[in-house]
């Protein structure tokens, strides 16, 4: 949003801000952006909207957001117009109001839908991954004249209406810009998210360590033609999760720690496969005792590969 800005001093004047998030929209992973329902409130005193000695005004006025503009250019006044550095899109108002004393309190509060970009978003870790959303509010007058404050209450509330993440951490700060070629006061409201994992244990990780025991369970077979079958089947198995996973990220140019386990199970269920294959010609070749020698190394095999190759993941993410 871009208004008009307040008040003419030979100090900057204190505008204290507080950002309050009620409803979080929706959080797009693949496009790296949050929406949320949040509440603005600006509090300052400017001496110029004072009521003047003798001149008789309500004790407290208020005016809708375009009025008051009015009201302050009509008076070659500015105020602290602010604008939203990472919104995506427009800015919907469902109301803004401007409520002035008689002392020159101002008192600004905007309740507003907005979408918000996250381009601090790292998947590595993914699905344990932690993630940092903020939105940063950028006034547009120079420090010489508003400098903004963080006021308490600043965050986010109880019913978010957000089930897929866990979403904590609230931070508040104030800096500085120059987005516009001179130094302003910037207000950051910052939180963190985590996943809420009960999706990912049920949906994808215990189907995936069900069908890797059942891939286990094939080498007690000695039916190698079977367990062939199994085993190319367990492997388009893999292939189905990772377009599931893939589905709910963007294109990424590096690998999360779900992309390294589904590699590691295409891996190993491929070589699977390959052992069975190559069992099968040695018995085929009449070579059946070195094939039984060699199916039981297999047999425990398998469940070291796996265990060795968790190890790595571990390593190399954590």
Known sequence: MLSISSATADEPIEVGAR?????ITGINQREENFGIVG??????????LAA??????APRRMFPHLTFVNYMMERGLIWPAYSFY????????????????????VDYIARF???FQAPDFDFRHFPLDEQDFYIKLDLLPRVSRFVLTALPGSGIGDALGE??????????????????????????LSFQGERHLNYYLVRMLIPATIIILVSWFTFFLKDYTKRIDLASGNLLLFIAFNFTVANDLPRLGYLTLMDTFMLSTFAITGL????????????NHGKEVLANKLDEFSVWGY????????????????
């Open 52 to 57: 003047k000695p003798g001149e008789t005004v």
């Open 163 to 188: 089930e897929e993440w866990i979403l904590e951490h609230t931070e508040t700060r104030v800096t500085t810009h120059d987005e516009l070629g001179h130094t302003a006061s910037r207000f950051v």
């Open 19 to 23: 950002l309050k998030i009620q409803q």
């Open 39 to 48: 509440t603005l409130i600006m509090q300052w005193h400017d001496p110029e």
């Open 272 to 283: 699977v496969v390959l052992v069975n294959v190559w069992l099968r010609r040695l018995q």
């Open 113 to 115: 839908t907005a979408k």
């Open 86 to 105: 990472n919104v995506q899109g427009r800015v919907t108002y469902q109301n803004r109001l401007v409520v002035i004393d008689v002392n020159g309190n």
């Open 303 to 318: 469940p070291l590969t796996f265990a060795a190759a968790g190890l790595s993941i571990f390593i190399f993410f954590y």
